[in-house]
């Protein structure tokens, strides 16, 4: 089993910048992927970034140019620097981690992000 722990969210104002943690625990030396999800009240779970262990980035369109993905395979811990910020980022941000396409994946429990004057 892997337990995720996100931290860092908080209320910023639009235009501002905000950064995120997920520290893994447990099982880690399985983890292949991690990322990072984010969601609102009625809507689907969106995709925001993944990065790979060889450090590896993707991200949504709505995003690119403004969030910065990274990774301490060491810390077992990935990180999302989030800049430019506007209020549809307002959301519950999620951590992610997988075991590879055949394995397990695993969510964190998320932490919210405001983005409001």
């Known amino acids: 089993q892997v337990q995720l722990v996100e931290s860092g969210g908080g209320l910023v104002q639009p235009g501002g910048s905000l950064g995120l943690s997920c520290k893994a625990s447990?099982?880690?030396?399985?983890?292949?992927?991690m990322g990072w999800y984010r969601q609102i009240v009625g809507a689907q779970r969106e995709f925001v970034a993944s990065?790979?262990?060889?450090?590896?980035?993707d991200y949504a369109d709505s995003v690119k140019g403004r969030f910065t993905i990274s990774r301490d395979n060491a810390k077992n811990t990935v990180y999302l620097q989030m800049n430019s910020l506007k209020p549809e980022d307002t959301a519950v941000y999620l951590c992610?981690?997988?075991?590879?396409?055949?394995?397990?994946?695993?969510w964190g429990k998320g932490t919210l992000v405001s983005v409001s004057s």
């Open positions: 992610s981690a997988d075991e590879g396409p055949l394995g397990m994946d695993y």
């Open positions: 447990g099982r880690v030396f399985s983890l292949s992927g």
């Open positions: 990065i790979t262990r060889s450090g590896r980035a």
